[in-house]
Antibody, heavy 127, light 107 residues
Framework: EVQLVESGGGLVKPGGSLRLSCAAS????????MNWVRQAPGKGLEWVSS????????YYADSVKGRFTISRDNAKNSLYLQMNSLRAEDTAVYYCARDAPLYCSSTSCYEPPFDYWGQGTLVTVSS | EIVLTQSPDFQSVTPKEKVTITCRASQSIGSSLHWYQQKPDQSPKLLIK???QSISGVPSRFSGSGSGTDFTLTINSLEAEDAATYYCHQSSSLPLTFGPGTKVDIK
């Protein structure tokens, strides 16, 4: 059974830092791209960052670029999000999510959705 | 950035009724559109991938259609357990984006 378990959330002051972790089990972690998606209280879903299986490709939303760093340790089956210079607007539940297997037709391959999500960890940025 | 809009924002429905939720993309995304269900205090769950492909374990009353810019999620014969917020999501290009959500309430 695929499991994703986030940890590391909490209360932090504006300008502070926090490191989130996501422990993966039940699948070959090193074969999948992984993602962070957040949800502010009472709001919708916002993609934050993605990392490819070997960490060769990394992408960020503009809202976090330069402040957040995604990384992974395939030996430990773990995904991380280092969050620096935190702002009030970063307050959200942060989910780690796995990319579904890549879908390819006879002519092209298509970026996948997120097929498994963790339960989320709440980050609150407040003085 | 590809903007996804959903309609309606909210729908109150009686059990066994048919529900239709639409998602429109600001530019063509082919079939790279996916649907999620999120129940209160739960994480999102993938319902439909690539506009119309079913997901193992998801009830057959959920179906999707569309391509290009216009997409539809249909729930045939709504059940009480389907009360949730439904989000569309595009994986065609970065930044990955989600629609604002459609909340389905049971009368």
């Amino acid at each position: 059974e695929v499991q994703l378990v986030e940890s590391g959330g909490g209360l932090v002051k504006p300008g502070g830092s926090l490191r989130l972790s996501c422990a993966a089990s039940g699948f070959t972690f090193s074969s999948y791209s992984m993602n962070w998606v957040r949800q502010a209280p009472g709001k919708g879903l916002e993609w934050v960052s993605s990392i490819s299986s070997s960490s060769s490709y990394i992408y960020y939303a503009d809202s976090v670029k330069g402040r957040f760093t995604i990384s992974r340790d395939n030996a430990k089956n773990s995904l991380y999000l280092q969050m620096n210079s935190l702002r009030a607007e970063d307050t959200a539940v942060y989910y780690c999510a796995r990319d579904a297997p890549l879908y390819c037709s006879s002519t092209s391959c298509y970026e996948p959705p997120f097929d498994y999500w963790g339960q989320g960890t709440l980050v609150t940025v407040s003085s | 950035e590809i903007v996804l809009t959903q309609s309606p924002d909210f729908q109150s429905v009686t059990p066994k009724e048919k529900v239709t939720i639409t998602c429109r993309a600001s530019q063509s995304i082919g079939s790279s559109l996916h649907w999620y269900q999120q129940k209160p205090d739960q994480s999102p769950k993938l319902l439909i991938k690539y506009a119309s492909q079913s997901i193992s374990g998801v009830p057959s009353r959920f179906s999707g259609s569309g391509s290009g810019t216009d997409f539809t999620l249909t729930i045939n014969s709504l059940e009480a357990e389907d009360a949730a917020t439904y989000y569309c999501h595009q994986s065609s290009s970065l930044p990955l984006t989600f629609g604002p959500g459609t909340k389905v309430d049971i009368k």
